[in-house]
């Protein structure tokens, strides 16, 4: 079984982010789209050789399929890459649990907040988190009304006029990048009222898809 921990930690005072990864049937789903979110936050956060920091993610990602038996190489596993823009701090490798969420919480958001890039400080989720059930999760929404999304999914209601998602997300993921591309969702500018009126919703991430 692989362990927890297979990188070493690197001790930095930088600002720190996470790309979560599936891991199925012993292959990185996706990898394509992380590494690209990957580069574009080392761009904007002005990264000394982001070409170097990716080239030590894939590296980093092969090393921890490697650690994958035949066996465990049937279950679902996610992987977390901690980096900075000086390089990779950290790498997690477990199996996957899926979270079942029965409620869902409308919170606004402060006015300032922001997560446009994939941060590894997650206390304010945290923290929204702990005021509400273990099958509850928040929903959050702007000021203005408009959805965004929870503590760790994007969001898709399904509506009279189709799969719709946030047009602002609070973090644009893969999973929701892959099913625009596809043309099975549509960005829409939904509003909290739009929850009244979905046959459903879904929550979906890396690791959680729209089936």
Do not use: W
Not at 52 to 58: H, I, P, Q, T
Not at 60 to 70: A, F, P, Q, V
């Amino acid at each position: 079984m692989p362990t927890e921990d297979l990188y070493p930690p690197r001790l930095v005072s930088e600002a720190r982010f996470i790309e979560t990864l599936a891991v199925e049937g012993g292959l990185a789903v996706s990898a394509g789209r992380h590494l690209a979110r990957m580069l574009q936050t080392l761009e904007a956060f002005e990264a000394p050789s982001p070409s170097l920091v990716l080239e030590e993610a894939k590296r980093c990602i092969t090393s921890c399929l490697r650690t994958l038996s035949e066996e465990t190489c049937q279950q679902i596993h996610r992987l977390t890459l901690t980096y900075t823009p000086r390089g990779i701090e950290a790498v997690r490798l477990i199996p996957y649990h899926r979270r079942s969420v029965r409620h869902l919480v409308p919170i606004e958001l402060p006015s300032d907040f922001d997560y446009t890039y994939k941060y590894a400080d997650r206390s304010f989720f945290i923290e929204m988190s702990s005021r509400l059930g273990a099958d509850e999760e928040p929903i959050f929404y702007r000021s203005s009304g408009d959805l965004t999304d929870t503590t760790f999914t994007n969001v898709v209601l399904d509506l009279p006029e189709g799969l719709m998602t946030p047009r602002h997300p609070l973090l644009a993921g893969t999973r929701r990048a892959s099913l625009l591309a596809e043309g099975r969702i549509q960005e829409a500018d939904l509003v909290l009222e739009d929850l009244g009126r979905s046959r459903a919703v879904y929550l979906i991430n890396a690791l959680r898809s729209l089936d």
